[in-house]
């Protein structure tokens, strides 16, 4: 019986794969947002927060979050405020919302590894 072994340019390959793989997933991504995506309030909250997995780029025109009414008009006051460790941001909205459906909409572009990510939710 033949023994296989392992050889430099296999190990090479999946250090290769593993590599590409760790980066393709180092993007910034959400780990929570308040409200939650989904959600059914009873009162207009003052601000839309997230808190993303890494740091993103404090650049209002890089990582943001809007969020509109079920018109598409915007609701929050335009301004994103980036926390310290610029690892949570915090939409203000304006005051006297009506019930409805709100969608928010962010992007975050991660410092780490220059890519850009983004989605949308409603609560």
Request: glycine share 6%.
């Given at each position: 019986?033949?023994?296989?072994?392992?050889?430099?340019?296999?190990?090479?390959?999946?250090?290769?794969?593993?590599?590409?793989?760790?980066?393709?997933?180092?993007?910034?991504?959400?780990?929570?947002?308040?409200?939650?995506?989904?959600?059914?309030?009873?009162?207009?909250?003052?601000?839309?927060?997230?808190?993303?997995d890494?740091?993103i780029?404090?650049?209002?025109?890089?990582?943001?979050?809007?969020?509109?009414?079920?018109?598409?008009?915007?609701?929050?006051?335009?301004?994103?405020?980036m926390?310290?460790?610029?690892?949570?941001m915090?939409?203000?909205?304006?005051?006297?919302?009506?019930?409805?459906?709100?969608?928010?909409?962010?992007?975050?572009?991660?410092?780490?590894?220059?890519?850009?990510?983004?989605?949308?939710?409603?609560?």
């Open positions: 019986m033949r023994k296989r072994s392992i050889t430099p340019a296999a190990i090479l390959a999946l250090a290769a794969a593993f590599a590409v793989t760790q980066l393709v997933f180092a993007h910034s991504r959400p780990v929570r947002f308040d409200p939650a995506p989904g959600s059914v309030l009873t009162t207009a909250p003052a601000q839309v927060n997230g808190w993303f890494s740091e780029r404090a650049n209002p025109s890089a990582s943001f979050i809007q969020v509109t009414d079920s018109s598409g008009n915007r609701v929050d006051t335009g301004t994103t405020n926390s310290t460790d610029r690892k949570q915090t939409a203000p909205l304006k005051s006297g919302l009506v019930n409805g459906r709100y969608t928010v909409t962010y992007r975050t572009w991660d410092d780490d590894d220059g890519a850009i990510f983004g989605d949308c939710f409603n609560f």
